[in-house]
């Protein structure tokens, strides 16, 4: 029977683990709706170039590996990379001048992150999105809930590398045994593969509950407030 969150097959009874202290969380899809703002700088890139549009789902489905990457899958098949490079540049200055037009948290995000700082958990968003639109959407929506905030930066790999979710623990001070890494997407629950940490798969950002599942996600949520279901589940080891 399904509960309010699901234990899936690589989840293993954790006696012995180190309890659950930082929790990483993507960013778009998973604490911002940023669809809409990103669909509309698709669109007008496209237009510019004379391309044909996109819907808001065709745009779902080509977000999550950068916009580099967001930009080769929307843009036609055979476009050559001096056109790539044109639609990305024209996307990227208008998405910088309006990425918080329609940008907002998701509902109970903002209650959640308050009341996980508030019960002393080390939060970090870690995002490929480009570092400076972390760090503002950090600051304008978030008003510093984070204690770490990182975004695609030069000479790092994104996700699904795990090298900006190392440089987070690093930043915390925080190991990968007590860590927590929330995302929506199979780009999101690979990255905490590849770091070595469990992930919580949410559902209500731009991939199907299906993908998660696929990509063996150790646990899934429907709403915000299931993460502190999660959080008792695995912290209980630590006392039995």
């Known amino acids: 029977m399904h509960k309010n969150y699901a234990i899936l097959n690589t ?6 683990n180190m309890m659950i202290k930082t929790i990483i969380f993507d960013m778009d899809g998973t604490i911002l709706n940023t669809i809409d703002d990103i669909a509309i700088a698709v669109n007008v890139a496209l237009k510019e170039k004379n391309l044909p549009s996109k819907s ?3 745009v779902k489905l080509a977000v999550g590996n950068g916009a580099k990457k967001l930009i080769e899958r929307i843009t036609p098949i055979g476009s050559s990379e001096a ?3 044109e639609v990305f540049t024209i996307y990227q200055t208008y998405y910088n001048a309006h990425s918080q037009d329609f940008t907002g948290p998701y509902k109970g995000i903002i209650g ?10 080390k939060l970090a968003t870690v995002s490929n999105k ?3 639109l972390v760090q503002e959407l950090n600051k304008n929506v978030f008003q510093g809930l984070f204690d770490c905030t990182i975004g695609e930066t030069h000479g790092i790999p994104i996700k699904p590398a795990p090298d900006m979710v190392y440089l987070a623990l690093k930043e915390m001070d925080s190991t990968k045994e007590e860590t927590l890494f929330i995302g929506d ?3 999101d629950i690979d990255t905490a593969r590849n770091a070595g940490m469990k992930s919580v798969g949410v559902t209500w950002g731009f991939r199907t509950k299906d993908v998660l599942l696929k990509h063996q996600a150790t646990y899934i949520i429907d709403h915000p407030e299931e993460l502190y279901v999660i959080l008792k589940e695995e912290n209980q080891h630590e006392h039995d």
């Open 11 to 16: 989840y293993e009874n954790a006696k012995g």
């Open 56 to 58: 808001v789902d065709e």
């Open 83 to 85: 056109l790539k490079h």
């Open 112 to 121: 959640l992150l308050s009341e996980l700082k508030k019960q002393g958990y």
């Open 130 to 132: 480009y570092h400076h």
């Open 185 to 187: 997407s199979d780009v």
